[in-house]
């Protein structure tokens, strides 16, 4: 276990040992199936992937749980604390949770996420749930890695122009109503389902499940749209399509992560490279020659 | 060949609280001072046993454990943790505490493997400086 868990670290670090580790274990890699849950701060995301925890450990599923939270953006500093909701699970070895931090880095947080869940697939774990606070672009993020993404909801968090403007409607595949032991959850998942209708028709149409995470309310139902989704990926050819695209930009984004870091050595080594971009003021003609004499030429 | 230079090598810290104790302001004020120096604390809450801070701890991959307890119970549960980290291989992870920790149990518990006790009215920045000076090679980024 603490194997993995020091690879995670490397991934997180970007350390160059990940890459031949990646090599290393590519026959053994067996993607695992990855939930994302997004939404804002207190709706209940650990509570939720907590029961998901117990339901898939029933089913005898191994499962791992990346949950993410911000770091500070002046110290790089972060309080990490979804795994209070999952303490329950601490002593079972078939369950692995990790925090991360989104440690701000160019790249974002999608790369190291996605290493860290092929590197939990390596290890059997199967599947692979990626907890994110929705608070900016992370979410975003978090659709581009999840092949279910769930968003999640509860009562009091404003009226149906906040669900337009949030552009959350977009990155469900399923959306979650928890604390449907408040009132005014009928209202939430009223107001939705209106927003949905309005979108234009399409092969898969996101359910809304009313959870109640805290009594264990709603996970199986939740679980079962969750495969539902999964079947409804596999039958149309998305997951084939879908994987390609993600492997295509995930190379993409290792590439502008080497260039990035041989462009700032460039600039940071070469003085009169910096002579010239003060001279010019705009970035394009240097950029033109560091790709020429920095990237493209160098091994 | 993958990207190095800009890699941040925060260091991680878990915290919780051991045993049965429900007193957890003073280690969220002492988990926020170490966010906000730049450190990554993973705060696993109350009523942990000496295994699940343990075992958080090397999922985490966490440099260090803080533990923090006002039942007290420090004399059996703090030097419990640090006995779980031999069973687990795992001595390499640096254990630290808090509460209220009469003086003569600070020497024994020392002995014992717990490398830094700090007591109420310790100032914050004396427990930043001392992970500082432990961890000279991490920190903010």
Known sequence: MRALARAIT??????????????????????????????????GKSTIVDGLISLLRKQERSVAVIATDPNSPFTGGAILGDRIR???????????????????????LSLAAREAIRLLGAFGFDPVILETVGVGQSELEVAAVADTTVVV??????????????????????????????????????????????????????????????????????WAAIEAHRKHLE???????????????????????????????????????????LQDGTPYEVADEILRNHIMNSE | MMATKGAVKPIRIVMGKVGLD??????????????DAGYEVIYTGLRQTPEMIVDAA??????????????????????????????????????????????DDIEALKKQGVEELFTPGTPLQDIVAWLKKRFPEGGST
């Not at chain 1, 849950?37 to 709706?43: D, L, N, Q, R």
């Not at chain 1, 999952?86 to 974002?108: C, E, N, T």
């Open chain 1, 86 to 108: 999952m303490q329950r699970h601490a002593l079972d070895p078939k369950v692995f949770i990790r925090s991360m931090g989104a440690r701000g880095h160019l790249g974002g």
């Open chain 1, 10 to 43: 490397l991934v997180e670090r970007r350390d160059p040992a990940v890459r031949e580790l990646q090599q290393a274990l590519r026959d053994r890699v067996r993607p695992a199936y990855v939930v994302g849950f997004t939404g804002a701060p207190g709706t």
């Open chain 1, 235 to 277: 039958t149309t050819g998305r997951a084939s399509a879908q994987a390609e695209k993600r492997l295509k930009d995930e190379t993409a984004e290792v590439v502008a992560e080497v260039a990035r870091e041989r462009a700032r050595d460039a600039l940071g080594e070469d003085s009169k490279l910096s002579q010239r971009l």
């Open chain 2, 58 to 103: 090397l999922q985490e991959d966490a440099q260090v454990i803080g533990l923090s307890l006002h039942s007290g119970a420090h004399m059996t549960l703090f030097p419990a943790v640090v006995e779980e980290l031999k069973r687990r291989k795992a001595t390499d992870i640096v254990v630290f505490g808090g509460g209220i920790i009469p003086e």
């Open chain 1, 153 to 222: 909801l509860t009562p009091n968090l404003g009226d149906g122009v906040q669900m337009i403007k949030a552009g959350i409607l977009e990155i469900a595949d399923i959306f979650v109503v928890n604390k449907s032991d408040l009132e005014g959850h009928k209202r939430v998942a009223l107001e939705l389902r209106g927003m949905l209708n309005l979108s234009p028709k399409a092969a898969w149409r996101p359910p809304i499940i009313a959870t109640a995470a805290v009594r264990q309310e709603g996970i199986e139902e939740l």
């Open chain 2, 22 to 35: 429900g007193h957890d302001r003073g280690v969220k004020v002492v988990a926020r001072a170490l966010r």
